[in-house]
């Protein structure tokens, strides 16, 4: 493993402070808000894990444990600001204590920013980057049913902008899950699609994570994890979904992955796929996967070195391959990963060419502004943004 020589002298590290991963890890729900004496929180999640059963047992359990809870089921996909207002009315009016995330990374999102929103009042744009807001908020319990966002334990929510839809990142410790709980078995019937775009997300926190600029060893440590294990468990998950084994090293990669950008940050890839889903309704997932590959290529050179031992992770080379040789390979993986789990392009997605190049100028302005590409390797100017857009395209 290579020292990063932009690594912070001093890691400042934040994490969950409760966790329990793995199969029937849900059942500890109980004794997580017991210890944390919540007793009126809001469980918020959407119609899917309504409809499913997963949010009455969610409820058996609160209560089972003395608390009184009230369910929001009212998230969308890639929450808005509109979105949150009904939501935020429901934590009000429950008087509640903490909010529960349930769900993919748009419902724990959504229960990260009420969390804030709850107690300052305001509006959500008030803490976005490149602000850190670390003031009075809920606590918050997360339950991922997907593997891929990390959301559970990160200090970052994503919130669009009903009015310009441009994705606000809104960072600071505030919005990091007090709790997590990590259960394989909320994702086995995670779809096909589903199953590779969080995957594929979770590997490009890693790969960010571990090449970003303020990566620092005990982030690398996290990152190289969890590129190992997608590595080794995405096509698996991808061709047969009921394979346990694989999906319970996705769930805990996911989260490892998570841990690893919270404390390092994303870099371009991050940047440039916000605008993407903001513009165009992409899911987050699915638009990191249309630039993972085009975006390494673009920064492979000017960290040869990191980009190496990723690809050493994922054991792409052997430990024995040059640096330059192995960097290059990680970009042909990367490539043929996608490929493999069938990430479209924009143009098959169905996005039409010409609001494409239309927005590409205003879709390179918010990558910039949102400071995520000033932590790549090699930071790009708003003409190779557009053009790494126009790349990918097709």
Not at 172 to 182: C, D, E, K, N
Not at 303 to 317: I, K, P, T
Request: glycine share 8%.
């Amino acid at each position: 493993m290579t020292d990063s020589s932009t690594s912070p002298a001093v890691a400042a590290i934040a994490l969950p402070r409760l966790a329990h991963i793995g199969s029937g890890a849900l059942e500890r729900l109980g004794s997580v808000v017991e210890t944390l004496g919540v007793r009126r929180p809001v469980v918020v999640t959407d119609r899917f894990m309504v409809d499913t059963g997963v949010a009455a047992r969610v409820v058996e359990l609160l209560t089972a444990a003395g608390a009184t809870p009230t369910v929001f089921d009212g998230t969308v996909p890639d929450p808005t600001t509109d979105s949150l207002r009904p939501g935020l009315e429901v934590v009000r009016a429950a008087d509640a204590d903490a909010v529960i995330g349930l769900g993919g990374g748009s419902p724990m999102d959504t229960a990260k920013a009420l969390a804030v929103l709850s107690r300052t009042g305001g509006e959500i744009a008030d803490h976005r980057a490149p602000g850190a807001y670390t003031g009075p908020a809920l606590p918050i319990i997360a339950i991922p049913t997907t593997a891929g966002s990390g959301s559970e334990a990160t200090q970052f929510t994503v919130i669009t902008d009903s009015a310009t839809d441009e994705k606000m990142l809104c960072p600071g410790l505030s919005f990091l899950p007090v709790a997590t709980i990590v259960d394989v078995d909320l994702t086995m019937s995670m779809p096909a699609r589903l199953s590779a775009d969080t995957g594929v997300d979770a590997l490009t926190h890693a790969i960010e994570a571990y090449v970003s600029r303020k990566a620092n060893p005990f982030s690398d440590g996290l990152a190289l994890a969890a590129m190992r294990t997608v590595a080794g468990a995405l096509r698996r998950v991808w061709a047969d979904g009921t394979d346990r084994d694989a999906r319970a090293a996705m769930m805990v990669a996911a989260t490892q992955a998570g841990m690893a950008f919270s404390n390092a940050s994303v870099a371009l890839v991050h940047g440039m796929s916000r605008p993407i889903g903001g513009h165009f309704h992409v899911a987050h997932g699915l638009s990191n996967a249309m630039l993972l590959p085009a975006v390494t290529r673009f920064s492979v050179d000017a960290a040869v070195e990191r980009y190496a031992d990723c690809a050493r992770a994922m054991r792409v080379v052997t430990d024995a391959t040059e640096d330059r040789s192995a960097a290059h390979a990680l970009v042909d993986e990367l490539t043929r990963l996608c490929a493999d789990v069938e990430v479209p392009t924009p143009e098959s997605h169905g996005i039409d060419e010409t609001r494409w190049e239309e927005r590409l100028p205003v879709m390179a302005e918010q990558a910039l502004a949102s400071g995520s590409p000033a932590n790549n390797p090699r930071v790009p100017d708003a003409q190779e943004i557009v053009a790494l857009y126009r790349e990918i395209y097709r």
